[in-house]
Structure formats: structure tokens, C-alpha cells
């Protein structure tokens, strides 16, 4: 009787191995899987960031609120980051690009916290998230960048949401209302020299610049306007807007590491949802119907446009936060 095989003949069979390409892309969707997850988690930090704001901008002095937003970012990042990375973290090719990249974020933030005190959360995050539009406007206008007629249809969409909301002439239109235009204004700046400073530049740095910047800026107006606070809740409020920024701006490096921007960004617009969350929750506030309107058209026409931008940039585009 001729012998079984080594192993026997009843053995199991070892099962066969995955094809390499199968497995790549099973790594790659898991990568793409966490990106997605943690551009999710992200937003959801600005938003409690954006709400927080609304609430201590009710006691807290708006210059003293940025300074400690900045401030806490600054140390956190170089705590972080300055032990791991050492002197490469501060190797800059452009420093004058990165003191005005700072300035334009920090404008932002002050007119965030400005809009913030006189508008609903879910609104102001709807208008501040046409950004991309208004990149691409600027990119025709400024730049002198050939434009196709589908980002113009958005631009227009985009444009059209946002006069439903802010209803010009309408009872609840104020001056206010104009803040949330400066800080789209600013940011787009803003988002147009990161696009060119992110071809030189280490994310890292230009994450550690920004924080540092603002710092400084905020320290030098700040003394005028330092007061003494009601109660150590307060501080507590100031410390939670701090952590939720860098922690927010964490994820989002960690994310864009993961997975290509083209993919990541038209999740950036789930921040209006957490918006609209955290305005129920905290100051039981829903958007009407005509608000709901604009609101979905934003959110449908930045998205694309903000996907169309990655795409032809191939730099993330930063979500709206304080």
C-alpha cells in the first residue's frame, strides 16, 4: 500500500495565500477607512470648538477667548511636536509667507468669534464652508485662472445659498451678518497661500507656524482687553476651545496621511451637522425651512467645488473652525 502524503491524506488543506494586490488594496481601504474616520472626528472637534466660542463669547473678551485658543494650541504643538521632530520643525524656506498665513488665520478667527456672538451655529458653519467657492472666484478674478462653466454654476449655487440664509432685507438681516463674509474672505487668502506653501512646505510646520503666529499677534493687542474672569468654569470653557482646536488640527494631519485630500474633503461638510447638533443641544436652536435650503444647497455646491479644488490642487482644503 503505497503511503499517504506527509501530513496524511485527511490533512487539511492550508488555505491559499491572498493574492498580493488583494491585500494591498485591503490595507489601502483600511487607510482610506481611518482617513475618513478621523476627518469626521475632526470636524466634530470644531464644531464643540464653534460652540464653545458662542458660548464664552457671552463673558469672555473676543481678543482674550483668541489669545487663549492660540496660546494653547502653540504649547501643545510644540510639546508635541518640537521633542519628536527637533530643529526640522522650524526649517521654513518662506518665513514671511508663513507670519502672513498666520495673520490670515487669526483674522478668521476674529471674525469667527464676531459672527459667532450674533448668529445660530448650523447657519454660520453652512456660510463659512462656501470657502471653496470663493477660492475658485478668486482663482478667475485674481488669478486670472481659466474657469470651467460647472465650477460657475456652483459658485452661483453656492452664492444663492448663502442669500437664503443671510435673506437681505428680510426682519432677521443685520450688519452682523457681514462677519461671516469677512471670515470667508480671509480664509479663502488663507487657503490660497497654503496651497502654494504646502508644494515646499512640511505640514507640520506649517501647523506649528500658524498656532505661534496668531499667539504672538493676539499678545501684542491682548493687555487692553484682559479682564479677570467670574468663575473658574469659564477657564475651563477657554480650555476646552483650546484642546478642541489642536486636537481637531491633529486628526486632520493624521487623515490627510492616510487618504488622498479628493477623497477626505466632501467630508469636511459633515461639520454642519455636528453645527446643527451642537445648536439644538446647547441653545435649542434649529434652522427654519428656507435656512434648511440654503443650507443643503451650500453644502451640495461646496462640496463639489471643494472636491474639484483638491483635485486640481492636490492640497486639502481646511475645515471651518474658530
Not at 475632526?42 to 464643540?48: D, I, K, L, P, S
Not at 464653534?50 to 510639546?79: N, S
Not at 470663493?134 to 448663502?162: D, H, N, Y
Not at 467630508?267 to 439644538?280: H, R, S
Request: hydrophobic content about 55%.
Amino acid at each position: 500500500m503505497t503511503p499517504a502524503p506527509h501530513g496524511g491524506a485527511d490533512a487539511p488543506t492550508p488555505p491559499a495565500a491572498a493574492p498580493p494586490n488583494l491585500a494591498t488594496r485591503d490595507r489601502e481601504s483600511e487607510r482610506i477607512l481611518a482617513g475618513i474616520g478621523l476627518v469626521v472626528f475632526a470636524v466634530a472637534c470644531f464644531a464643540v470648538l464653534d460652540t464653545a466660542t458662542k458660548v464664552a463669547v457671552t463673558a469672555v473678551p473676543v481678543l482674550m477667548g483668541i489669545w487663549f485658543r492660540y496660546a494653547f494650541q502653540a504649547v501643545a504643538t510644540t510639546a508635541v511636536l518640537l521633542p519628536r521632530h527637533g530643529a526640522s520643525l522650524l526649517r521654513t524656506a518662506h518665513p514671511r509667507y508663513q507670519v502672513l498665513r498666520g495673520a490670515l488665520l487669526l483674522s478668521s478667527s476674529l471674525f469667527a468669534f464676531l459672527s459667532l456672538r450674533h448668529m445660530p451655529m448650523a447657519e454660520f458653519t453652512a456660510i463659512v464652508l462656501v470657502t471653496p467657492l470663493a477660492i475658485t472666484f478668486m482663482a478667475a478674478t485674481v488669478l486670472k485662472e481659466q474657469v470651467s462653466p460647472l465650477r460657475w454654476s456652483l459658485v452661483a449655487g453656492g452664492f444663492v445659498g448663502t442669500m437664503v440664509i443671510l435673506r437681505p432685507g428680510g426682519e432677521a438681516f443685520s450688519w452682523a451678518m457681514f462677519f461671516p463674509l469677512g471670515l470667508v474672505a480671509s480664509n479663502a487668502w488663507f487657503q490660497v497661500l497654503t496651497s502654494k506653501l504646502a508644494q515646499t512646505e512640511n505640514p507640520l510646520t506649517l501647523h506649528f507656524y500658524t498656532g505661534w503666529v496668531g499667539t504672538l499677534i493676539a499678545s501684542v493687542a491682548l493687555p487692553p482687553f484682559w479682564q479677570a474672569l467670574p468663575s473658574w468654569h469659564w477657564w475651563a470653557l477657554l480650555c476646552l476651545m483650546g484642546a478642541m482646536g489642536t486636537v481637531g488640527h491633529f486628526m486632520l494631519i493624521l487623515a490627510y496621511q492616510r487618504a488622498p485630500a479628493s477623497t477626505l474633503t466632501p467630508y469636511l461638510y459633515a461639520q454642519i451637522g455636528f453645527a446643527m447638533l451642537g445648536g439644538w443641544l446647547v441653545f435649542g436652536h434649529m434652522p427654519d425651512l428656507a435656512s434648511l435650503v440654503g443650507i443643503g444647497l451650500i453644502a451640495l455646491c461646496g462640496a463639489a467645488g471643494a472636491w474639484l479644488t483638491v483635485r486640481e490642487r492636490r492640497v486639502p482644503i481646511e475645515p471651518a473652525e474658530s
